[in-house]
């Protein structure tokens, strides 16, 4: 089964909260909450509710960027991008206990999150995406093949994540690169069903 982490998103249609639901639904067993433009206790009140929600799906929850918040409602972790805490000083605030994940874009970035203790990498964009601001320079399959191999030449074992605008096609050749799982918003949040879409993503053959 592929590892996907589904990333929230609001809609028209959908709350975050309502996103993470029918990802749940749909057997996702990883959820970011990212609520990047949302006050500090508007992340606490989603975090709330899905927290108990994904214990329901016996799913992992974690906060995009609150490493506090995170420590504080005991989640299971935290992701981390490139212009949050740095993944060294979240892991002295939280320990061992919580997964922490940081964002990546080349080899240097992934050895420098490796040193820092990240427990994986969230390696992207794929492709252009409008569900993030400042997006740094595209990959394509190119990209992950070129991190991978470097990641293997220098014994770095440390799971590795595909992230930004991926779609359904793209996950097979994605897969064959070595990366361990994709993370996904709007390819499911756009989708008529997203929940059937959730479990059609997660039954593609490897």
């Known amino acids: 089964m592929i590892s996907l982490q589904f990333i929230t998103h609001h809609t028209e ?11 749940l639904e749909g057997g996702c067993k990883w959820i970011q909450l990212r609520m990047k433009e949302a006050p500090l206790e508007e992340v606490e009140a989603v975090a709330l509710q899905l927290k108990p929600m994904c214990k329901e799906h016996d799913a992992i929850l974690i906060l995009d960027d609150h490493v506090e918040l995170a420590q504080k409602l005991e989640v299971d972790g935290v992701h981390l ?35 820092a203790g990240a427990d994986y990498v969230g390696i992207g964009p794929f492709r252009f995406t409008t569900t993030k601001k400042n997006l740094s320079p595209v990959l394509g399959i190119e990209g992950y093949t070129s991190i991978i191999s470097q990641m293997q030449q220098a014994g770095i074992q440390l799971p590795v994540v595909a992230i930004g605008g991926i779609t359904y096609q793209d996950i097979p050749d994605i897969m064959r ?3 361990n799982g994709i993370a996904l918003s709007g390819t499911i949040l756009q989708a008529e069903n997203p929940v059937e879409e959730t479990t059609r993503i997660l039954s593609i053959p490897l």
């Open 13 to 23: 249609k959908y709350s975050y909260l309502d996103s993470a639901r029918m990802a």
């Open 177 to 179: 690169t070595g990366v």
């Open 81 to 115: 991008g490139k212009t949050d805490m740095p993944v060294a000083e979240a892991r002295q605030l939280l320990g061992e206990a919580f997964i922490i994940g940081g964002t990546a874009n080349t080899f240097e970035d992934v050895e420098m999150h490796y040193r």
